[in-house]
Nanobody, 121 residues
Framework: QMHLEESGGGSVQAGGSLRLSCAAT?????MVWFREAPGKEREAVAG???????EYADSAKGRFTISRDNAKNTIYLQMTNLGPGDTGMYYC??????????????????WGQGTQVTVSS
């Protein structure tokens, strides 16, 4: 059974950067970062498919970069120019069911425990 473990969260000032990692125990073609802010629904941030095709939420374009190392079953999320709106728990998701848009949380069968990102102004 697949297990996901996130790391790399922390507290930064606005304008700062963080790099998140998610290590999986098995390969998954789709691996996605979601985030959940207090009082808000979980939303997709960025996803990577196969050898490295990527998708980004509009809020992440130009600031975040998702990448993967298939040899390590690990994905990364490099986040730059962070703002308070990026604060939340960041979750790694994998094992996507077929069909549907990549950003739909309900399609993913495996989730990590999350890593907290806090951005102060």
């Amino acid at each position: 059974q697949m297990h996901l473990e996130e790391s790399g969260g922390g507290s930064v000032q606005a304008g700062g950067s963080l790099r998140l990692s998610c290590a999986a125990t098995l390969y998954s073609s789709w691996m996605v970062w979601f985030r959940e802010a207090p009082g808000k629904e979980r939303e997709a941030v960025a996803g990577v498919f196969g050898a490295g095709s990527t998708e980004y939420a509009d809020s992440a374009k130009g600031r975040f970069t998702i990448s993967r190392d298939n040899a390590k079953n690990t994905i990364y999320l490099q986040m730059t120019n962070l703002g308070p709106g990026d604060t939340g728990m960041y979750y790694c998701a994998a094992d996507k069911r077929s069909g549907g848009d990549w950003s739909m949380a309900s399609l993913y069968l495996r989730w990590g425990q999350g890593t907290q990102v806090t951005v102060s102004s």
